[in-house]
Each structure stands twice: as structure tokens, then as C-alpha cells.
């Protein structure tokens, strides 16, 4: 009986010291949205260059072809921090319309939280 218990302890030991070593991914969905990149997109550009500035758009809706929008979703694994920005394009004919973007408070702040993911403060 002793020997059971033993054993018992031995492998409860195990498992709760082996508990912390789970490996949690990183899970990264979109283009990353460059706050400056964004900035740079004016009224009266063509598709063309919104495409050369933020890349192929995550979703373009089939039904309406002067939308554009740009989706960028960050979850670090062991942290579950997450990072989250969307920019959304609107067009008229072939040229900028309009664009629905972070205000500049929000974009520092998104910035300042991608440089601590960046620079290893967030695991």
C-alpha cells in the first residue's frame, strides 16, 4: 500500500510540474497594418496604389466591389495578449473614396503595443 502511494505522489508530481510546459502558438490572421503605411492612403488614389501601399485586402465583399477592407488579428500564445486593427477602403469607381482608419490616439497606441510584442515584453 505504500508502494501505491508512493507511486501516486510520484506521478502527481510529474504532472503538475510538466503543467507549465505547454507550448501556446502565436496566432496571426491578415496584413500587418503599418500605422504610416495607412497614413499614406489619400482620397483620389487608385486601386492600385492602396494595393501597393497595404497588400491584397483580407475581405472584398463579391457583392460590392468598392470595398476594401483590411484586417489584421494577433493573439500571442502565452500571454493571450491580443492585437487587433482594421482599415476599411471605400471606392468610387477606381479611385479612393473614403477611409474608415484608427484615429491617431488609438494607431499609437496599437503601435506602442506592437513594439512591446516586438521587442520580447509579452510573451
Known sequence: MTNYFTRLVAAGAVAASSS???YHINIQQGNYLDHAAVNQVQAGM???QVHYLL???LASDPFTKDRWDYIYYLKKGRSG??????VTVYFDGEKVARLDKPSD????E???S???IKNGRIY
Open 55 to 57: 497588400g491584397t485586402p
Open 110 to 112: 496599437q503601435e506602442k
Open 20 to 22: 507549465g510546459c505547454i
Open 81 to 86: 495578449h491580443v492585437d487587433s486593427r482594421r
Open 114 to 116: 506592437a513594439a512591446e
Open 46 to 48: 487608385t486601386r492600385s
Open 105 to 108: 490616439a488609438l494607431a499609437a
